[in-house]
């Protein structure tokens, strides 16, 4: 059995080590994918701000001479005058954690975003700035908003999308990041108690409590500065339609399975099934296998302790010197040994003795000399004090 555990030890170790190694070749190629798409969208947003400059300097300049701009032209990346690519419009670009949570700062973060369909913000950056409207969706992979009916930009179709006699720009809804809006909520003016219209720019989720059954999570959303509870839109709830392909809430709610304690809840057949019965991974093994593991074991054990008086030559060889060398003891220093170790130890400490004392002399020789070239003076012995001897 301990074989079994330790093959399937191995075999979980491999599966970890190869998924974590595909979980890592997965990482790399979003990481590429994401700084590809955000450089082409770099690239595509710089060369339309270019060919705006270059287009208001020559309708100032020319005036009635400026050149037409609204003919099937297309630019490098494939749009025509006044139109931006699909992908720009949606911002497909992929985010890193931190890009989505800088998105949603002002609304709680993404974890507990504090917007829902169904709230009126304004757009604060870009063509629509000022414009009031209603949140229809949120794509929370992006932390982006779609507006009703608002947000329209002329974007270029697909080269597969475009047939004879189908113009190929297209009017679509674009998106907005959530950090270009803030929320538009009533709130009564403080001074003269009506009640207006209200940028907000902060929201913080209060309140935060988990349903385990359902798995949703409810909390509500706060002004910090106000302390005022801001309530949820209140949306229509969805109407599911029958359909002839629908099964009755009678025949779901029918109890068709009552389990006994006289017989399993499952034939045998069935475990197999659903369980690999030959996995590597398996754990559970019933008992006649786990006894016929136990009686190969047992057998093998036996099997080696019949043979332990059969030994080769060499075998036998060495355990007559192991029993010479256990009969001899360790080995004892005699005190001519001693007296030969201690010889040894002094005359190496003799020699380090007069290596020290060479390297002082020398110091002081170097020394003398630095001083002799940097034409420093020496001093002069007064009397009784011996004089350094010449170099």
Known sequence: MDKL?????MAEGQVGRRNKKRSLIKHIVHKNDRKRAMKGLRAEAGSQLKQAIVARHEDWELGPLAPRRD??????????????????AMLEAPLKPEEKEARAAWCGGSQYLCLAPGDRVVVLEGAYKGKIGVIETIKKDIMALELVNDLRVNAVL????????????????????????????????PKTGKVRDVIIRELKPVRITHDRPTRKVHFSRLVPGLNAKIPWPKNAPKVHEDHDADTLR?????RTFVPTLLRPPMPEAVIDELRNRYSIFRTRHTPEYIAQKEAEEAEKKALKAKNAGLLTPIQEFNRQQRALRRERGQPVLTEEMLQKIGEVIAKNKQRQQAAAGLN???????????????????????DGESQPPPL
Do not use: C
């Open 360 to 382: 002082a002399d020398v110091n002081e020789v170097v020394s003398r000399v630095e001083k002799i070239q940097l034409n420093e003076t020496p001093s002069i012995p007064k």
């Open 250 to 254: 009678i025949d779901v709610e029918e």
């Open 71 to 88: 003919v099937s032209k297309v630019d490098e990346f494939g749009n025509y005058w006044g139109s931006i690519s699909a992908q720009h």
């Open 158 to 189: 697909p080269e597969f999308m475009v047939t004879d006699g189908v113009s190929p720009v297209n009017v679509m809804s674009s998106v907005i990041p959530i950090s270009s809006v803030r929320l538009v909520h009533p709130l009564p003016d």
């Open 5 to 9: 555990l330790r093959r399937v030890r």
